[in-house]
């Protein structure tokens, strides 16, 4: 599995921050994107009927900015413009 960008944030944050600074809105996207699916923005416990086995669902954090909660947004946008490429090249071919 590959890294996030939350553990990317988490591993090498600290000293990043240590030498740059922040503006307001560039440490807002950094503590949405760092607290996005964990229990910092709690969650919901869901239990199987069959087995009894739980599992926690972490709230997202809904951010414009977090990766994790745009990639449904942006692959949706990539099919929509491939879809009107793949129109507009049939269409010159016929």
Known sequence: MSATLAEALARFGPGYLAAHGLSRAQAK???AIAACRTPALGGQQFACDAC???QWRWHSCRSRHCPR????????????RLAELLAAVQESIT
């Open 29 to 31: 996207a950094w503590r």
């Open 52 to 54: 009894g086995s739980t």
């Open 69 to 80: 909660c745009q990639k449904q947004a942006a692959d949706a946008w990539r099919r929509a």
